[in-house]
C-alpha cells in the first residue's frame, strides 16, 4: 500500500494541468514516459538493494554501507528537506485548498488548510495503527478513481457523453500536439515547454522509492519487495501514462482553467473535462476523491518526515532531541517539529493556492531527483562490491538484467533533468526569482552538505572489498498467504 499511495496523488490529479498548458498534449505524454523511465529504473536499483539487505532507513543506510558517512548524511538531510522544507505536505495541502475553491471559491484558502492541516496531523499523532489504517482506505479511494477515470476519459473521448461529442484525437491536431511555452517560437519554445512538463512529472513520480524505508519492518521483505518492484512498471504505465494519455484527449492545451497560477483554477484537467461533457453531480464527487488524496499524502508525508528525521537522530546526523519519544515508542519530538513545517502552506492565503502549489511541487521534484540520482550511485558502487566479492546476483532475492545500465540512465537522466528544470529563466525577458529559486536552490543543498559532511569526518570511499554484505541480510521464514476465495479478492490482491 506504501508502493502504491506512493505512486498516485495530487502531482497526477492536479499537476498534471500544469504539464498539459506548458507541453501541449504529446508533450506531456513524452514528458511522463521519460520519467516513468527513471522511476522503474530507480526501483529496479533500490529494489535489488533493500530485498537483499532490508536495513532500518532503507537506501540512506545503504549510503553509509556502500559510499561513505558524508555521503550518507547529505542524503538524509535532503530526503528530510525534500518531505518537509520543500515539502510534500505543503504541497499537498497547498493543493487541497485549490480542490476545495472548486465549490468555494470566495472562502479564504487559511480555512481550507487549516481544516487539512488537523487532519493530516491528528491521523500522525494518533499512533501508526490510526496511520495505517487510514492509509489503506485513502490508498484505495486513489486506486479505485484513476482506475475509474481511465475508463470514463475513454467513453468520453468515443462519444459516450451526454454531449454525444466524439472528440478522437481531436485537440491533437487543434491547438497541436505540442506548445510553444510563452509564446517562444521554434523547437526552443515547444523543448522548455517539454521541460517544464518533466519537473512537474517528477513531482508527481517522486514518492515510489520510499517503500524501502519500511522494509525493516516489512513481513518478509526478500519476498514482498521484490513483488511490489516488478509490479511498479505496471502501475507507471496504468495510472500515469494512461492518465495523462486520455487526459491530452479530452482537455486541449488552450483551457483558460488549466493555469494553475491564475488564482481561478477550476479543478483537476479531470474535473475540467467532466464538466466539458455536460455530466453534472460527478465533478464534485471526483473533486471530494482527490481531496481524500490530499489529506492521505500530507499525512504519509508527515509520517516519512518524521521517521527520517528520528533515523538522522539514531545515526548521530541530527539533534538527540530528536530520539524522544512516548512510552510507546511514538516519535514525538520528531513528529512535531515536521509538523511545524507545515505552517508553510499558509503562504497560499497571500498567493493563489495553485501557484504556490506550483512551487512547491518544483522544489520537491529537483529534491527527489537527487534522491534518485543518489540510489544510481548508491548501486553502482554497490555492484562494484558484489563483483569484487564474487557474489552471485542470480542468488538474490532479486535483481534485473538491466543492471548496470538502469542505474547509470538513472544517475545521467536526473542529472540532466535537475539542470534544465528552470532553463527558461536565463532567456532574455524570462527571468522570474520564484521559478530559479524552487528549481535551482535544492540542487545545491545536495553537494554542499556532501563537502561539508566531507570535511569534518575525513573518512574516504567504502573500499569495495570492505563492503559489509552480511549483516542486516535477514532471512524469514516464507510466509504463506492465505488464499484467496473469490476472483475480486485476487484481482484486488494482484493489483496491489
Not at 306 to 323: D, E, H, Q, T
Request: hydrophobic content about 50%.
Amino acid at each position: 500500500m506504501i508502493s502504491v499511495g506512493g505512486v498516485i496523488g495530487t502531482g497526477l490529479f492536479l499537476g498534471s494541468a500544469t504539464a498539459l498548458k506548458n507541453a501541449g498534449p504529446v508533450g506531456m505524454l513524452l514528458a511522463y514516459i521519460f520519467i516513468g523511465s527513471i522511476c522503474f529504473c530507480v526501483m529496479v536499483s533500490v529494489g535489488e538493494m533493500i530485498s537483499f539487505l532490508p536495513i532500518a532507513g532503507g537506501h540512506i543506510r545503504l549510503a553509509e554501507r556502500f559510499v561513505d558517512p558524508a555521503f550518507s548524511f547529505a542524503l538524509g538531510w535532503s530526503f528530510w528537506y525534500g518531505w518537509v522544507v520543500s515539502p510534500y505536505q505543503t504541497a499537498e495541502l497547498s493543493a487541497a485548498a485549490t480542490l476545495i475553491d472548486f465549490w468555494h471559491p470566495g472562502v479564504s484558502n487559511a480555512v481550507w488548510i487549516t481544516m487539512c492541516l488537523v487532519i493530516a496531523i491528528s491521523i500522525n499523532m494518533l499512533g501508526v495503527g490510526v496511520y495505517g489504517e487510514s492509509e489503506f482506505i485513502f490508498c484505495s479511494i486513489k486506486v479505485i478513481t484513476i482506475v475509474g477515470l481511465i475508463i470514463l476519459g475513454i467513453v468520453l473521448d468515443l462519444g459516450g457523453g451526454p454531449n454525444h461529442e466524439r472528440l478522437g484525437f481531436k485537440y491533437w491536431r487543434n491547438p497541436g500536439p505540442f506548445v510553444q511555452y510563452e509564446g517562444i517560437e521554434g523547437n526552443l519554445g515547444r523543448v522548455i515547454g517539454w521541460s517544464a512538463a518533466v519537473t512537474q512529472a517528477a513531482f508527481s513520480y517522486v514518492g515510489t522509492e520510499v517503500v524501502a524505508i519500511a522494509a525493516a519492518e516489512a513481513k518478509n521483505p526478500r519476498r514482498n519487495l521484490p513483488r511490489a518492484v516488478r509490479r511498479v512498471y505496471a502501475r507507471i504505465l496504468v495510472f500515469y501514462i494512461g492518465s495523462v494519455f486520455v487526459i491530452g484527449l479530452l482537455v486541449p492545451s488552450t483551457e483558460p482553467l488549466l493555469d494553475l497560477d491564475s488564482g481561478n483554477a477550476s479543478a483537476s484537467p479531470f474535473v475540467i473535462a467532466i464538466n466539458r461533457a455536460g455530466i453534472k453531480g460527478l465533478p464534485s464527487v471526483i473533486n471530494v476523491a482527490f481531496l481524500t488524496s490530499a489529506w492521505s499524502a500530507a499525512s504519509g508525508d508527515l509520517y516519512i518526515a518524521s521517521r527520517g528525521l528520528y533515523g538522522l537522530a539514531a545515526a548521530g546526523n541530527a539533534p538527540k532531541i530528536f530520539l524522544r519519544t512516548t512510552r510507546s515508542g511514538f516519535p514525538i519530538a520528531s513528529v512535531i517539529f515536521s509538523a511545524a513545517f507545515s505552517l508553510l502552506s499558509y503562504m497560499a492565503t497571500s498567493a493563489s493556492s495553485g501557484e504556490v502549489f506550483t512551487w512547491f511541487s518544483s522544489m520537491t521534484a529537483t529534491c527527489g531527483l537527487w534522491g534518485w540520482c543518489a540510489i544510481g550511485i548508491i548501486y553502482v558502487r554497490y555492484y562494484a562490491g558484489i563483483r569484487a566479492q564474487k557474489i552471485d546476483r542470480r542468488s538474490l532475492p532479486y535483481s534485473s538484467r538491466l543492471q548496470p545500465f538502469a542505474s547509470w540512465w538513472a544517475i545521467f537522466a536526473c542529472g540532466i533533468t535537475m539542470l534544465f528544470s528552470g532553463y527558461e529563466v536565463f532567456l532574455r525577458g524570462q527571468w522570474s526569482t520564484a521559478t530559479f529559486v524552487t528549481n535551482y536552490l535544492p540542487i545545491i543543498l545536495f553537494p554542499v552538505l556532501y563537502v561539508l559532511a566531507k570535511i569534518v569526518t575525513r573518512i574516504p570511499l567504502v573500499p569495495v572489498h570492505e563492503m559489509d554484505f552480511v549483516s542486516g541480510s535477514r532471512v524469514d521464514d516464507e510466509l504463506q498467504e492465505p488464499r484467496s476465495q473469490t476472483w475480486l479478492i485476487s484481482f484486488w490482491t494482484w493489483l496491489m
